[in-house]
C-alpha cells in the first residue's frame, strides 16, 4: 500500500508525517535568528565534487539541436556554499534535496533525501559542535518536547552536554586498538586477523578501520548521551583539513545518537592545491571501482586559489532527524512519497 | 558446504560465523566513506538462539549452509526442547527452546509444522530454524518463521502465496 493510502485508511499517521514540517521550520528559525543566509544550491549541475564513496546520477543535459552535454544531480551543496563563501557571503546554510545513487535496501538511506549544510567563517570546527546541541535542543523545544528527547524507549536530556571522543580515544576504548599503529597496513591486517576478521591482500586500510569501527565502535555511540566522534584518519579527511598539530587526523567529526549517524562536520580544508589533488586521487578510485565518472568541478578549486576564508560547516541528514523526532525506525515513515512507492520492485 | 558472496545474502539464510551455524534474520549495504563498502547483518545462533549485528566487507565469502525443510509433527516438549517428528520416515529431532522462544504459544502438540534441517556432520542432524503454519485474517494458511508472533503484519509473495518478510 502507498504511503498516501495508509494515510487516508488510518489518519492518526498524519501527525508522524508532519513532525518534517515542523523540523525544518525550527531549523530555519534557529539560523534566521543566527543571522545566517539561507542559500537555494543548484541540484542539477555540471560538474560534482569528486568522491569516490559516493554514486552519482547521471542525466544530459541538451540544447536546441538535442546536442547533449552529461549533467548530475548534486549530492550536497557544500562546493555551491563554499564558492559563496569565497565571495564573501559569510555564515550561511542550505536545506536542499541531495541525491546519491545505489543507496537503497536500507532503514536509514533515500535516494532522494533533503540535507541540511551550514557554514561558520573564521571558526574552529568544534564550535560547529556547539551547534549540533544547541539546534537539536532547540527542535526539540519547538515540538514541545522541552530538554527531553523520547525514541524508542530511550530519553535523551538534550540540555546537557554530549559524549565527545576523538576516534583514536574510541578506539582504545571499546576495540583495545592503539590507532598510532593501526595506521601500518600490516600492523592493521595482523590486528584484524587476530579479531577473526577475514583479511585479503586486496582489501584497503580503510576497510580494515571501518570493519572495526563498524562492529566495535559504532555500536557504542550516541547509547546514553549523543555522542560526537572527532579527529577521524587523515586518509578519510574527505573534503577537510588535516588537523595542523598532527596531519595524521583529520579535522572531522560525525554525531550519533541512538545509533543514528547524522551529522558529518569538517574544519574546511582551504589548501587548493591539496585538494586537487584529493580529487584527482578519488577520480582514480572511482574509475577503480567502475562507478560513473565525470569531470570534477574545476571551478571549485578555482575559488579556493582565489581564497575560500577558513570556515567549518557540516551535513545533517534531515530525513534522519525527523526519524529521530517522529520516533520512528524506518527513513520511509518520515516521507510522504518514499522511493519504494515509487519504483516498483 | 558453499562459499557465497555478501552479493548474494538473502533474509533466512544459513551461514556459519565464528564457526557455529547462523541465520540470517536483516541485511543492508553500508557505504561508510572512501574505498570501502559494507554489509550490516542480524545473525541468529542455531546453537543458542541469540541475535546479534555483524558487518561483513563487500564481496568477503562466507560459507552458506545447506538446508532442507521437513515436514514435521509437533511431538512434545523434553529437556532444553520440543521433539518433532518426520510424518515419512518417523525420524525425530529435537529443536532447542531457545530457538523457539515465545513462539512455544502458539503451537500445538500434533500440528504439522515444516522445520529446517541443516546437515552438520557425521553428528546427524542440527535444526536450523522452524516454519509455522499460521492462519490468517482471510482465512488463508501460510507458513512463516517462528519469530512471527500473533498479531503481527507480515508481507506475502502474491504470487507464490508465501511468506516474504515482517511488513
Not at chain 1, 545513487?101 to 560547529?128: A, C, D
Request: proline letters at 4%; charged letters at 25%.
Amino acid at each position: 500500500m502507498k504511503t498516501w493510502q495508509r494515510l487516508k485508511r488510518n489518519p492518526t499517521l498524519w501527525k508522524q508525517y508532519f513532525v518534517r514540517e515542523q523540523v525544518i521550520k525550527a531549523i530555519r528559525s534557529f539560523f534566521d535568528e543566527k543571522k545566517f543566509h539561507e542559500i537555494e544550491t543548484p541540484i542539477l549541475i555540471g560538474n560534482p565534487p569528486a568522491e569516490s564513496y559516493l554514486d552519482v546520477f547521471q542525466t544530459t543535459l541538451l540544447d536546441r539541436t538535442r546536442k547533449g552535454t552529461p549533467a548530475y544531480l548534486s549530492t550536497s551543496p557544500e562546493v555551491a556554499l563554499k564558492k559563496l563563501m569565497t565571495a564573501g557571503i559569510g555564515n550561511c546554510y542550505s536545506i536542499t534535496k541531495s541525491f546519491r545513487n545505489t543507496e537503497m535496501q536500507s532503514n536509514t538511506h533515500n535516494p532522494e533525501f533533503t540535507i541540511l549544510e551550514w557554514y561558520r567563517v573564521n571558526t574552529q570546527y568544534k564550535t560547529i559542535m556547539d551547534d549540533c546541541e544547541t539546534l537539536l535542543l532547540s527542535i526539540n523545544k519547538t515540538l514541545g518536547d522541552g530538554n527531553i528527547l523520547k525514541y524508542q524507549g530511550k530519553s535523551f536530556d538534550l540540555s546537557k552536554k554530549w559524549e565527545r571522543i576523538s576516534v583514536k580515544d574510541a578506539f582504545l576504548r571499546w576495540a583495545n586498538v592503539d590507532l598510532l599503529e593501526f595506521f601500518e597496513m600490516e600492523k592493521a591486517k595482523k590486528i584484524c586477523a587476530k579479531k577473526g576478521y577475514t583479511v585479503a591482500s586486496k582489501n584497503t586500510w580503510e576497510e580494515l578501520y571501518n570493519q572495526i569501527y563498524l562492529n566495535e565502535i559504532e555500536p557504542h555511540l550516541g547509547v546514553d548521551t549523543p555522542t560526537v566522534i572527532y579527529e577521524f584518519p587523515g586518509s578519510m579527511a574527505a573534503l577537510a583539513r588535516k588537523k595542523p598539530s598532527d596531519p595524521r587526523f583529520a579535522e572531522r567529526f560525525e554525531f550519533y545518537i541512538a545509533g543514528l549517524e547524522l551529522g558529518d562536520c569538517y574544519g574546511e580544508l582551504t589548501n587548493w592545491k591539496e585538494q586537487e589533488m584529493r580529487f584527482q586521487e578519488e577520480l582514480k578510485e572511482l574509475k577503480r571501482l567502475g562507478k560513473t565518472t565525470y569531470d570534477y568541478d574545476n571551478d571549485f578549486i578555482h575559488a579556493l586559489k582565489e581564497g575560500m576564508p577558513e570556515s567549518s560547516g557540516i551535513a545533517v541528514g534531515i530525513d534522519r532527524l525527523i526519524m529521530l523526532f517522529a520516533n520512528v525506525t524506518n527513513i520511509a515513515d518520515t516521507m510522504f512519497f518514499p522511493i519504494g512507492d515509487l519504483f516498483e520492485k | 558446504m558453499a562459499s557465497i558472496s555478501t552479493a548474494d545474502f538473502k533474509k533466512g539464510i544459513f551461514v556459519t560465523f565464528k564457526n557455529e551455524p547462523h541465520q540470517i534474520m536483516e541485511f543492508q549495504h553500508v557505504n561508510p566513506g572512501k574505498g570501502s563498502a559494507f554489509v550490516r547483518t542480524r545473525l541468529k545462533s542455531l546453537k543458542t538462539g541469540k541475535v546479534q549485528e555483524f558487518t561483513y566487507k563487500s564481496g568477503e565469502s562466507v560459507e552458506e549452509l545447506p538446508v532442507e525443510t521437513h515436514e514435521m509433527q509437533y511431538l512434545y516438549p523434553e529437556g532444553d526442547g520440543y521433539v518433532f517428528m518426520d510424518n515419512r520416515t518417523y525420524d525425530q529431532v529435537t529443536v532447542p527452546k531457545l530457538l523457539i522462544g515465545d513462539f512455544v504459544r502458539f503451537m500445538k502438540e500434533n500440528d504439522t509444522y515444516q522445520i529446517l534441517i541443516h546437515e552438520e556432520d557425521a553428528k546427524g542432524n542440527t535444526v536450523g530454524g522452524a516454519m509455522k503454519a499460521v492462519t490468517l485474517e482471510t482465512g488463508a494458511e501460510i507458513n512463516v518463521p517462528l519469530f512471527i508472533k500473533q498479531g503481527e503484519m507480515i508481507a506475502i509473495d502474491p504470487e507464490t502465496g508465501s511468506y516474504v518478510e515482517r511488513a
